[in-house]
Each structure stands twice: as C-alpha cells, then as structure tokens.
C-alpha cells in the first residue's frame, strides 16, 4: 500500500521538501495557492507528517492504540481497565485517546499510528459510517467493540467486531416491561438519529412495541441533548425533566443507557415520582452504580470483562497473524432489581 513521505507529497505538487514543511507548520513565508495545494495533496493521499527520528526509535514499540468515542459513559470504565491488564499480559503499550462526537475517528487513528508507529486499533463505542477506501489508509488491523451498526458497504473481512445484539437485547428489556403490564412505556435515546448503539436500541424498543401490537407513540421517545455528552448522567437528567414537562403520561422509563437512568431516577424524584411505585425505570449495560442506586436500577447486563478480553485476544492474534478477522455477538443479562415493579395503563 502507498504510504506518502514528505518528499512523495513534495514530488506530487512540483515544489521543494522544505516548502511543504512551511505548509505543514502554517509558515507565513509561503504562497496560499501553493499552500491550498499542498494541503490538499496531504488529506487526498493520507500524508501525516511525523518526526522522523523519534519514530525510528519507536519501529518496533509494541503498542495498540484504544480510541473511545462516549467517555463519559462510566460502561467503558471496567472496558479500559480490562484491555489495559490484557495488553500489560503481552507486554503492549496501550495509547488511550478520547474522540469528540463531532470528531473523525479515522483521522485521529491514522495520525496516532503514523506518530505512535502502533501495531493495532481497537474502536470502543460511538458509530461508524466511514468507507472501506478509507479505513485501509490505516495499514494495521483494528477492531471495533460495541460500536453501532457498520455500514453494509465495508467487507466483514476487513475488520473485527465484538458486541451484544443491541436491538434484539433492547426489545428484550420492553419485552419485560410489558410482561409486567405497561404499555405507556417512555424511552431515553441518544444519537437515534445516526447508524449507532442508540439508534439499534430504539429500533428494538419499536419491535417489541409492535410486536404486542401496542401502538408506538412519537411523544414517549425523548432525544437527550446533543450539546451534552450523549451518554452521561447530566444528560439523562435534563433530558427526562424535558420528557415529564410534556405531561404524556407513561407508567415505565427505559433508558438506552444505564448512565442516562441514574440522571433519569434524579429527575423523577425531583419531580415527586416514587419509583417503581409511579414509575418502572431501566437501564442497558450493567454498570456497577446501578447497584447502588436508591433503587438499584434493573438493567441489560452486557459481559464486559468477556468482550474486553475477546476483543484484545482478537485484535493479538490477527497482529501475530494467528487468526482471520472475526465477528463475536454476545448474549446480554437481564438483571432484575428494585426499580421495576407491575403496572397498568
């Protein structure tokens, strides 16, 4: 594969080495055509300047870069933890980098492996809607664990994936709730609106909906807020505050998260709610808190030191080319507790 140096890049456009440097470095010293032109050689062919010497060094530094989009979410917390114990097992550095909703997480891999010299990706959370044109400019194997739906255009062969069936693990949980009686049942979603983790777990809250015939209402899907963190508590708060001053009456809360159920159970009890008296509340993923919540939270319990290991192992052997690309769903567990109780409608 063709991997530009900056002499490549220098050839390309007609100019000197030390005249893409002056691009590079923003120089004043320097033509804006011939700047704009140099700069656009440098996104078309995936040319990521780096220092050179310091990166010889590094050739043969065995690490791994973790990238995580949500780091909010207090889920990655034992996912990180966990990866970071595996990769100290085989002698891997690992280089942790939170990505910004708004940013672009292929970029930021390929810049980090080109400075890094890094022997492999692992994608944890956010979505994924890049073409497969673009993820080979990485040259090194990646694996995406419990991100959102991959685009039907990129081959399985590709990459790796590991991760629950969020929409059949979602309907699972409004299966629950409506064995318990409800049918106003409300739901906290975030990014439903992209090809991700959110919108999958809608998509099941609509199965189940449907498949008990119970009619699905616009009104009792929230949105949170896309100025804060989509996953976070603060989020789960305001965004339910938001829900109750709509007045649609609803006798279950689900939340696509269990971060944005602990903001949710804030706001509920702000608002004189007793719950599960008033209203049943749950949550997905299975973070530690739940169990220490006044109620503990009935959640989807996602194997996370499972997954967390699978996807180092994974990502180890298709490094030492052990394996081929694999793709690894897991069963989520439903874990009962004193948030949810019967109710009616």
């Known amino acids: 594969m063709f991997e530009p140096t900056i002499k490549d890049i220098a050839h390309i456009c007609g100019v000197g080495v030390s005249t893409v440097s002056r691009a590079i470095n923003d120089h004043p010293d320097i033509n804006p055509e011939t700047k704009e032109k140099i700069m ?14 310091r990166n010889l060094k590094r050739v043969d530094a065995k690490a791994i870069a973790v990238l995580v989009k949500g780091i909010a979410n207090p889920f990655f ?6 990866i970071e114990k595996e990769c100290k097992k085989k002698r891997y550095a690992m280089e942790l980098s939170h990505i910004e909703a708004d940013e672009d997480e292929v970029d930021v891999a390929q810049k980090v492996v080109k400075e890094k010299r890094l022997r492999g990706i692992i994608f944890l959370g956010g979505l994924f809607s890049h073409s497969e044109e673009k993820l080979k400019k990485l040259n090194v194997p990646f694996v995406f664990s419990t991100v959102g739906a991959i685009p039907e255009n990129i081959s399985r062969k ?5 991760s629950v069936d969020d929409r059949r693990e979602s309907a699972r949980m409004v299966e629950y709730l409506i064995g318990l009686g409800h049918t106003k049942i409300a739901i906290l979603v975030a990014e439903a609106q992209e090809e991700s983790i959110g919108k999958l777990r809608l998509e099941g809250y609509c199965d189940a909906l449907r498949s008990h015939g119970i009619t699905i209402e616009p009104k009792l899907i929230c949105q949170t807020q896309d100025e804060l963190s989509h996953f976070s508590m603060e989020n789960g708060y305001l965004s339910t505050r938001r829900l109750l001053e709509r007045g649609e009456a609803f006798t279950a809360l689900y939340a696509v998260a269990d971060a944005l159920a602990i903001g949710a159970l804030r706001a509920l009890y702000e608002a004189g709610l007793r719950v599960p008296q ?3 509340l749950a949550g997905f993923d299975g973070i530690d ?3 220490y919540t006044v109620p503990s939270i009935t959640t989807m319990r996602q194997p996370v030191e499972e997954m967390a290991k699978d996807t180092t192992r994974l990502l ?3 490094i030492a080319k052990k394996t081929k690309h694999q793709h690894i ?6 874990a ?4 949810t109780a019967c109710g009616g409608s």
């Open 40 to 53: 656009d050689a440098i996104r078309e062919y995936g040319y990521v300047p780096n220092d050179s010497a």
């Open 77 to 82: 917390t034992n996912m990180i933890k966990t």
């Open 158 to 162: 590709a990459y790796s994936s590991i």
């Open 278 to 280: 008033d209203i049943s």
């Open 289 to 291: 808190m739940t169990d």
């Open 316 to 318: 180890f052997d298709i």
């Open 329 to 334: 769903v897991y069963d989520a567990e439903l």
């Open 336 to 339: 009962v507790k004193e948030s």
